[in-house]
């Protein structure tokens, strides 16, 4: 596990650097997730054809610090996540992005510019108003989630995501969750149809059917479906992501 000082957060940010061939992809995980737990099983699967990858815990996240005055916006975590190309002096590198992470890479996206070969988001957040689960959160006060709210969701969950939502600071829930119900001008979705980088999303079976697909595959974006998955693809079906992962590195067609 490496760390750096992030200026953005004022916080210590950490991450693992993965070894193998060809330029990085960045993972960017989502609410309530680190990397350093989703991840490290997609990239060793062989499968994902042993490419490096560079694996962030987000502020308020894993192994990262979780202070109680950043913002935890989608915006904010994006500077975090150029912060560290920055200080890693990388030149040219993928994104990868889940549900928020998926909004946050796309923001990201924006600020990488020409270093960006390529962005693949999976059920990403393309719109303002939240999902069940981050209109739910948001609906409480900040006061009353991290009261009583986090606990009573930490009791509540049985599936393998309850591991890293309680390695997750319950303000950085909270307020994650509402930059997603508050949204972004433009929308994740217009920004994520202007970038000029190659780009693919990534549906799971059991997620479908979804408006966002139609909506995509209408704009000329390549869908790419993980069978027997739904939004936890990364457990529910590793091999799959990985697979698809490692299809996404080696095109070079703009799917635009």
């Not at 993972?27 to 054809?49: N, T």
């Not at 109680?68 to 916006?73: G, H, Q, R, W």
């Not at 606990?151 to 939502?165: I, N, R, V, Y």
């Not at 390549?222 to 079906?237: C, F, L, P, Q, T």
């Amino acid at each position: 596990m490496n760390s750096f000082y992030s200026h953005q957060a004022r916080c210590t940010v950490r991450w693992q650097e993965l070894p193998g061939h060809g330029e990085p992809l960045v993972f960017i995980h989502g609410l309530g997730c680190a990397s350093s737990y989703e991840y490290p099983r997609i990239v060793c699967d062989p499968q994902f054809g042993s490419r490096r990858a560079i694996l962030i815990d987000l502020p308020g996240s894993g192994y990262s610090d979780k202070p109680e005055t950043f913002s935890y916006k989608t915006s904010a975590q994006a500077k975090v996540v150029i912060e560290l190309l920055d200080h890693l002096a990388i030149t040219s590198f993928w994104l990868y992005g889940h549900s928020m992470g998926g909004s946050i890479a796309i923001e990201a996206a924006e600020l990488a510019d020409s270093r960006l070969l390529g962005l693949i988001v999976s059920e990403p957040n393309f719109h303002g108003g939240g999902g069940t689960f981050s209109r739910g959160i948001a609906a409480r006060t900040e006061e009353d989630f991290v009261r009583n709210g986090y606990q009573a969701m930490l009791e509540a969950e049985t599936s393998p995501w309850k591991g890293c939502l309680q390695s997750t600071a319950p303000w950085a829930v909270w307020r994650g969750a509402a930059s997603l119900v508050e949204g972004v001008h433009p929308s994740w979705s217009a920004r994520y149809l202007t970038l000029p980088c190659p780009v693919w999303l990534i549906f799971g079976e059991l997620s479908l059917p979804d408006p966002d697909v139609d909506e995509m595959r209408q704009q000329g974006v390549e869908v790419k479906i993980i069978r027997d998955a739904g939004h936890s693809m990364s457990w529910e079906n590793p091999s799959a992501l990985a697979k698809v992962l490692s299809d996404c590195l080696s095109e070079r067609n703009d799917p635009h």
